[in-house]
Nanobody
Framework: QVQLVESGGGLVQPGGSLRLSCAAS????????MGWYRQAPGKERELVAS???????IYTDSVKGRFTISRDNAKNTVYLQMNSLKPEDTAVYYC?????????????????WGQGTQVTVSS
């Protein structure tokens, strides 16, 4: 089994910054894509940013230029640096990882989610 543990959420004023972290542990051979999603009340969960093991990144348009995703492959950890935060960034942020795990005498690829961390941007 694989566990994703997030940290770094909280309450911040508009224009402020937060840094989210997500550490993966367990039966891990490799991790392809790691990403951050968010879900605001009454809305669908949406992709915020993702990063491949090679460092290629994708961002949703609303966070481009303000958020930066990065990862430490040796630590199986992904980060989300969030600057210039706006009230509309308020949501529960979830970490996601596409993990290759040992499975009997072979392997399998599975998708895992963290428990979520609340980010609230308010004055």
């Amino acid at each position: 089994q694989v566990q994703l543990v997030e940290s770094g959420g909280g309450l911040v004023q508009p224009g402020g910054s937060l840094r989210l972290s997500c550490a993966a542990s367990g039966n891990i051979l490799s991790i392809n894509v790691m990403g951050w999603y968010r879900q605001a009340p009454g809305k669908e969960r949406e992709l915020v940013a993702s990063i491949t093991s090679g460092g290629s990144t994708i961002y949703t348009d609303s966070v481009k230029g303000r958020f930066t995703i990065s990862r430490d492959n040796a630590k199986n950890t992904v980060y989300l640096q969030m600057n210039s935060l706006k009230p509309e960034d308020t949501a529960v942020y979830y970490c996601n990882a596409d993990v290759r795990s040992r499975w009997y005498n072979t392997y399998r690829d599975s998708d895992f989610w963290g428990q979520g961390t609340q980010v609230t941007v308010s004055s």
